[in-house]
T-cell receptor, first 113, second 115 residues
Framework: GQQVMQIPQYQHVQEGEDFTTYCNSSTTLSNIQWYKQRPGGHPVFLIQLVKSGEVKKQKRLTFQFGEAKKNSSLHITATQTTDVGTYFC?????????????FGKGTKLSVKP | DAGITQSPRHKVTETGTPVTLRCHQTENHRYMYWYRQDPGHGLRLIHYSYGVKDTDKGEVSDGYSVSRSKTEDFLLTLESATSSQTSVYFCAIRPGQQMVNYGYTFGSGTRLTVV
């Protein structure tokens, strides 16, 4: 099935620095979702993007969906220690598989105070 | 998150024993999923359900079975647990397809150790 590749696998930043994680697909995606998982926690839905070139913001987080709908990014401005966790992109396959969520492997963010 | 609970939260079991994990939802959602999470692999789909008694296999279904006799409950069974099934298991629910802008809601997970 369609896979989404996510980079980097790990990112260590100083508090106040910016952070970006990228999600790439070899084929066009109908949608992309982003989730955050805190250490020891469960994935929590952040946002869904469906339109070519779409940009959405949530406070310090900016989400983009590429023009060709083959890539997406999550950018965090001025990271805080509360941003620590693993960020996953995921794609919902609304085709024959009844809307299953296919995850990238995630980017683990650590923030040094 | 409110509306979905998993039990047990932690379990240690011996190789070869059967194990059943339970997922319970109060949202009346049609779709329910079981994922496992392992270092280096992210979250991988085991089985899913699109209605009562309607289930299908996911990416890593070998060694697992599921049942859904009621809308609110989705059970995952390891018929004969193996050490490779040591993992964190997450259940998830989502609204029907008409609510396409809603994300999945995950349970708090079950940490299973097979010794």
């Amino acid at each position: 099935g369609q896979q989404v590749m996510q980079i980097p696998q790990y990112q260590h930043v100083q508090e106040g620095e910016d952070f970006t994680t990228y999600c790439n697909s070899s084929t066009t995606l109908s949608n992309i979702q982003w989730y955050k998982q805190r250490p020891g926690g469960h994935p929590v839905f952040l946002i869904q993007l469906v339109k070519s070139g779409e940009v959405k913001k949530q406070k310090r987080l900016t989400f983009q969906f590429g023009e060709a709908k083959k890539n997406s990014s999550l950018h965090i401005t001025a990271t805080q220690t509360t941003d620590v966790g693993t960020y996953f992109c995921a794609w919902v396959d609304y085709g024959g598989s009844q809307g299953n969520l296919i995850f990238g492997k995630g980017t683990k963010l650590s923030v040094k105070p | 998150d409110a509306g979905i609970t998993q039990s047990p939260r932690h379990k240690v079991t011996e190789t070869g024993t059967p194990v059943t994990l339970r997922c319970h939802q109060t949202e009346n959602h049609r779709y329910m999923y079981w994922y496992r999470q392992d270092p280096g692999h992210g979250l991988r789909l085991i089985h899913y359900s699109y209605g009562v008694k309607d289930t299908d296999k996911g990416e890593v279904s070998d060694g697992y079975s599921v049942s859904r006799s009621k809308t609110e409950d989705f059970l995952l069974t390891l018929e004969s647990a193996t050490s490779s099934q040591t993992s964190v298991y997450f259940c998830a629910i989502r609204p029907g397809q008409q609510m396409v802008n809603y994300g999945y809601t995950f349970g708090s997970g079950t940490r299973l150790t097979v010794v």
